[in-house]
């Protein structure tokens, strides 16, 4: 499937002018602090509106502002890793987890397949062992691995990963770098990611663009 951006969305210091079909499996945005990463993916998920334009997922059509079509951020079926984790400091492991899925009204009274589907990705990304552990006692490394599967429970048709090895140690990063790569081909899933290095970009991707004066522009 692929990813088609055309919008345009209203930023402080600048506008962000997008118009970019994403192809590749995984996708490297890099670009300053402040160019509108962050903006780009919340508009992507759902959690921001376009202020003109449409955004569209193979035959799913997220946004289109012609028609004032707006897909809730619930119904795109998205995986978001946010730059901070956003974990909840007072769940444990295994309520982190699960909690979009106990969020769904059609869902949440099925508690035996989500403590399956729980186990099923922490089995993956080999956290099992700490599901009933407290998130604030996790090592980096260990949250990374939280935070992923989180996005991942909902089985997604997307992932974003918002500079997703920051503040890893470099044997960690490297772990958590092999990770997303092999998600992405194990479960068919394409992946954009945020990073300011170069070396992460490279690795994971031969696909690399630029957002710069609130355009996307591919690494010639």
Do not use: W
Not at 49 to 70: E, K, M, V
Not at 86 to 114: C, E, H, Q, W
Not at 124 to 129: A, E, K, N, R
Not at 153 to 168: K, Q, S, T, V, W
Request: aromatic residues 10%; contains cysteine; charged residues 25%.
């Amino acid at each position: 499937m692929t990813l088609q951006l055309q919008f345009t969305k209203q930023m402080p210091f600048h506008d962000l002018k997008v118009d970019y079909h994403f192809k590749e499996n995984i996708t490297a945005v890099m670009g300053a602090s402040g160019s509108g990463k962050s903006t780009l993916f919340q508009c992507i998920s759902g959690l921001k509106r376009i202020d003109s334009g449409t955004i569209q997922f193979g035959d799913t059509t997220f946004d289109d502002t012609s028609i004032s079509l707006h897909l809730p951020t619930a119904e795109r079926k998205i995986g978001y890793l946010f730059q901070n984790l956003a974990l909840f400091p007072n769940m444990n492991v295994y309520d982190n987890i699960s909690f979009g899925l106990k969020m769904n009204k059609a869902k949440r009274k099925d508690t035996s397949a989500i403590s399956r589907q729980v186990r099923h990705i922490s089995d993956y990304l080999q956290i099992s062992h700490l599901l009933y552990s407290s998130v604030q006692k996790l090592s980096g490394g260990e949250k990374q691995r939280v935070a992923m599967a989180r996005a991942m429970i909902i089985n997604p048709h997307l992932l974003l990963l918002d500079e997703p090895f920051n503040g890893l140690d470099e044997d960690t990063r490297y772990i958590c770098m092999d990770l997303v790569q092999n998600m992405a081909k194990d479960f068919e899933l394409p992946v954009i990611f945020v990073t300011h290095y170069r070396f992460e970009a490279q690795k994971l991707t031969n696909e690399i663009i630029y957002l710069k004066d609130g355009h996307l522009e591919k690494e010639a």
